[in-house]
């Protein structure tokens, strides 16, 4: 890219709340210890899964993906923002921009996918339990994480190569906190249908139909729960259940509502608190819910701390 568009490969500017510096100090202290959250928890939910044979199960398989690509995630993201949170320098170089910008979307497609595919194991593992290993076999589970994998890959190569080809007319500040595709849209001196037609048809496919085919296996479960008679099995349906409709709820909630309105119909500062939202307090809540309300998790946890 030469320099004549404005697209030179120069540093970009974070501004975050720059001019709030008050503000960035209580948030730097926040992001720091959620970041801290998410390591532990996540890393240990990875572990547990690994050393403990009796969470060898494709829920705990998948799970344990889910953490990793929160892992990721974060890491991609976060250390670069304290940096700019505590020190005066608020800069990002062009390189480490891209890849922050690739991995945010390439991650979050991920995660998007892997929660439909919890909630279909969900489902086979409620209401077909006698079916249950046929259907969700090793190989099975391989295939449908390595499809969320390079869905996820496949989605942020188009949306980045579309998005870094945009001029910027000299535009090197982003207002916000990461580079993520809302700011960097924002940047360039030029409208882009294209790019609207892409993220909304990519929307659809990552965000709204998983979301659909959840809410549907939801819905199937919910009816064979209301014919369980033992109330035991019932109140284990319902915790394992509910931790992952928690974990979609709280995931799907902000980046539907970050990614699919009209851009201009809520104000910088709301986008930059739904940033910090999903880029820092879902992924530390994620292995909180999963393990404070799964009695397997902490059992697990329990047998490996204690064991002789």
């Not at 572990?47 to 889910?66: A, I, K, R």
């Not at 001029?167 to 500040?173: I, S």
């Not at 929307?203 to 819905?219: A, D, E, N, Q, R």
């Amino acid at each position: 890219m030469g320099t004549s568009n404005g697209s030179s490969r120069t540093d970009f500017i974070l501004l975050g709340f720059s001019d709030r510096p008050q503000l960035e100090h209580i948030i730097s202290v926040i992001v720091f210890i959620f970041y801290i959250i998410t390591l532990v928890g996540n890393t240990t939910i990875i572990l547990v899964s690994y050393l403990d044979t009796q969470l060898h199960t494709p829920m705990y398989f998948f799970l344990s993906n889910l953490s990793f690509v929160d892992l990721c995630y974060t890491t991609s993201i976060i250390p670069q923002m304290l940096v700019n949170l505590w020190g005066p320098k608020k800069s990002i170089t062009y390189g480490g921009c891209v890849l922050q910008f690739f991995f945010a979307l390439d991650l979050g497609a991920t995660e998007c996918l892997l929660l439909a595919v919890m909630a279909y194991d969900r489902y086979a593992a409620v209401c077909q339990p006698l079916h249950y290993t046929v259907i969700m076999h090793p190989e099975l589970c391989q295939k449908m994480v390595l499809i969320a994998w390079l869905g996820g890959l496949g989605s942020a190569l188009i949306l980045c190569s579309l998005t870094l080809k945009l001029p910027r007319c000299g535009h090197r500040e982003v207002d916000n906190f990461i580079c993520e595709m809302p700011a960097l849209i924002k940047m360039a001196c030029v409208y882009s249908k294209v790019i609207e037609i892409v993220v909304f048809a990519l929307g659809v496919v990552f965000l709204l139909v998983p979301l659909s085919l959840i809410l549907i296996s939801y819905g199937v479960i919910t009816q064979a729960v209301m014919r369980i008679k033992s109330a035991a099995r019932w109140q284990k349906i319902l915790h394992t259940c509910g931790s992952h409709l928690t974990v979609v709820s709280l995931f799907y909630g902000t980046i539907i509502y970050m990614y699919m309105k009209p851009h201009t119909s809520a104000s910088q500062d709301e986008g930059k608190f739904l940033t910090l939202f999903y880029t820092i307090v879902t992924p530390s809540l994620n292995p909180l819910i999963y393990t404070l309300r799964n009695k397997d998790v902490k059992t697990a946890i329990k047998r490996i701390l204690f064991m002789n």
